[in-house]
């Protein structure tokens, strides 16, 4: 995974436009899944350790947040907010369905996993106010962790995410996430590797 310039004016304003829809609401309406996780386990090297199996189901096994496409978990008058965010990002960058809109609240998490039940090209677009927050990976060759900190205001990040079949190989792709404020995340599957090379190139033109 690697951060890329956000420099598209029209992606920014979709984006800055979702953002000041959410801090407008009552974040409390948020059904939330998990517990705080304040010593930090959950994005360390024992829990690693733990899930890092053959038999790891791909998702994340333990997080605290919530995925805001859950319609069991956000207020239904916020749907068509949510899916207007897809309509204007589609006509923008071409993509896909955004797969996931993940809200962490200070002390979120998204503990270690690898998604190689659901590969492809990837594309993360991230908010914090501060910068309080991360995105942790392990080198899928030499298995060293690495920290890319969050900045203040929107980030993105592109990588792949290797497939069950790939266990063995160099693609199956670790990483988990923090937050020490609130932070948002909206996460791209893409199945074509071409499609998601012009989503780049849509994304860091100025």
């Not at 980030?155 to 990483?175: I, Q």
């Not at 404020?181 to 012009?198: A, Q």
Request: proline share 6%; hydrophobic share 30%.
């Amino acid at each position: 995974m690697k951060e890329i310039e956000l420099n598209n004016p029209e992606v920014k304003e979709i984006l800055d436009n979702f953002l000041q829809w959410f801090k407008s609401i009552d974040t409390n309406l948020i059904k939330l899944k998990g517990v705080p996780d304040t010593d930090e386990y959950y994005t360390g090297e024992e829990y690693f350790e733990e899930v890092n199996k053959p038999d790891h189901v791909g998702f994340p096994e333990d997080s605290y947040g919530q995925d805001l496409t859950d319609i069991e978990a956000t207020p239904i008058e916020w749907r068509d907010k949510i899916r207007k965010l897809d309509e204007d990002l589609k006509a923008a960058l071409g993509s896909p369905t955004c797969a996931v809109k993940m809200y962490y609240p200070s002390n979120g998490f998204m503990g270690w996993h690898n998604n190689w039940n659901c590969p492809g090209y990837n594309i993360l677009f991230s908010h914090t106010d501060n910068g309080k927050g991360f995105f942790r990976y392990k080198n899928p060759t030499t298995n060293e962790t690495f920290t890319i900190p969050d900045k203040p205001g929107w980030t993105a990040k592109v990588g792949y995410y290797g497939s069950f079949e790939e266990h063995d190989k160099e693609n199956v792709y670790w990483h988990c996430a923090r937050a020490y404020e609130d932070r948002l995340t909206l996460g791209f599957v893409i199945p074509d590797e071409n499609m998601w090379e012009m989503m780049i190139e849509d994304i860091s033109e100025k």
